[in-house]
């Protein structure tokens, strides 16, 4: 890795401070991606910023039925809360199947949302979800949120400090994974939400996550296993790489949205 | 330079470290811990798996400074006099065939028996599987490992 200053930072106004005086500077949540980015020299901060020890970045809380996760809050402890799994019991389950054991001790969600890997699964639900992230400058809905291939609405200096889901009826999430990496190779988030029916998809899409439309028609219709299967999920704008064409995973995209739909 | 104090397997150590060293590299290097092995160095073989206030976590995918005033056990920390009940179980049931994951596969066993206890879960065979998605075995003695991980979780 190329040499890289490291901040402890003690409050937000200290992070944002020692992001304003770095040349190159970025915000540190678990270094599951950053860390492994930079030793292949993707990335070369010239400064790092943990922003994992500034109070109220770590836990999960309830506002009303607002389910509230700190920015900081690990993979396991998402998973392990006893308020996710009562609240949006889907959202434990998908948190509890990122990477591996050790890597869900370390990795974040405000990590994973801000980094917006196309596999990653956390961006499937904020977006199913119609979660809002909460940073130190303003709140912005999961729709408005992701911006393509590892782009997100964050600004410079932003920090997200939480992430707020609000209950729906039901959801569930599937993934088929890449055996090596353990990201999605697909994977179908799909919730029964107050806005109506919402199905994402993760791993898949030329742009990252995205909302299948001819599966919310579907799934509007008719919430059945047999309904996601016989959808009219179409390749055009999917992935083609070593692991699969886009016309495997746009299947694929059907029989993961299937097992959702019978699990939730 | 950070200035970094941390405990590791019970003892206070305080050095100070530049801002891209691994725990890993710190654990190895400067602490001359040669226990935690550095396999892949990507975060995906587990040979470099030690335990940050009880929590097991990738060594090679942790910043040494991001450790300050944490409590670090590595493969040299577990035994006590004698060899812990996860060791033993690996030596009874020969869970190694070259050892080079043999550091990284006990220090994440030991981290899923006490998760699991304290959650009051059955670890089965098939969860001991689950559960080492994250630590590589190239010799693939798997059945050995996993024979090891379920002996020693009835003796811790």
């Not at chain 1, 996710?84 to 948190?95: C, D, F, I, Y």
């Not at chain 1, 370390?106 to 119609?130: F, Q």
């Amino acid at each position: 890795m190329y040499p890289t200053k490291y901040h402890k930072a003690a409050s937000i106004d200290d992070a944002v401070k020692a992001l304003g005086a770095g040349e190159e500077a970025m915000i540190l949540g678990g270094g599951q991606t950053l860390i492994a980015t930079m030793k292949q020299h993707l990335a070369a901060p010239s400064d790092l910023v943990d922003v994992r020890s500034i109070e109220g970045m770590v836990g999960v809380s309830l506002d009303g039925d607002m389910l509230v996760i700190g920015g900081a809050t690990t993979h396991a402890e998402v998973a392990s809360s006893k308020e996710v799994q009562k609240h949006t019991p889907a959202l434990a389950r998908l948190a509890g199947g990122i990477g591996d054991p050790a890597v869900r001790h370390a990795g974040t969600i405000g990590g994973s949302v801000a980094n917006n890997d196309p596999a990653a699964d956390y961006p499937a639900a904020l977006l199913a979800l119609g979660a809002t992230v909460v940073t130190n400058q303003r709140e912005i809905g999961a729709d408005d949120f992701f911006d393509g291939l590892f782009t997100t609405a964050l600004d410079e200096g932003e920090i997200i400090t939480a992430v707020k889901f609000p209950k729906v009826e039901a959801a569930a999430y599937a993934k088929f994974a890449q055996p090596a990496s353990l990201f999605a190779l697909v994977g179908v988030f799909v919730a029964k939400t107050a806005d109506g029916v919402r199905v994402t998809v993760t791993g898949a899409g030329d742009e990252g996550v995205f909302r299948s439309e001819a599966l919310e028609v579907a799934l509007t219709a008719d919430w059945s296993e047999a309904s996601a299967k016989g959808a009219d999920v179409s390749a055009d704008g999917l992935m083609s790489d070593i692991h699969g064409a886009a016309a495997y995973r746009a299947n694929l995209i059907k029989v993961m949205a299937a097992r959702a739909v019978l699990a939730s | 330079m950070t200035k970094v104090n941390m405990t590791v397997n019970g003892k206070a150590v305080s050095r100070n470290v530049s801002g891209e060293t691994l725990l890993s590299e710190f654990l190895r290097e400067d602490l001359r811990l040669t226990g935690t092995h550095i396999g892949c160095d990507t975060s995906q073989c587990g040979a470099c798996v030690v335990h940050i206030n009880g929590k097991a976590v990738k060594a090679c995918t942790t910043l040494a400074a991001a450790t300050d005033g944490a409590d670090v056990t590595t493969i040299e920390g577990l035994a006590n006099g004698e060899l812990h009940p996860m060791q033993a179980a690996f030596k009874e049931h020969h869970g190694l065939q070259c050892g080079f994951c043999t550091p990284g596969m006990i220090m994440s066993g030991v981290d899923m028996v006490n998760r699991y206890k304290a959650e009051g879960r059955e670890l089965t065979a098939e969860a001991v599987r689950h559960e080492l998605e994250g630590n590589i075995c190239r010799c693939t003695g798997y059945h050995n490992i996993v024979k090891a991980v379920q002996d020693a979780a009835t003796k811790m």
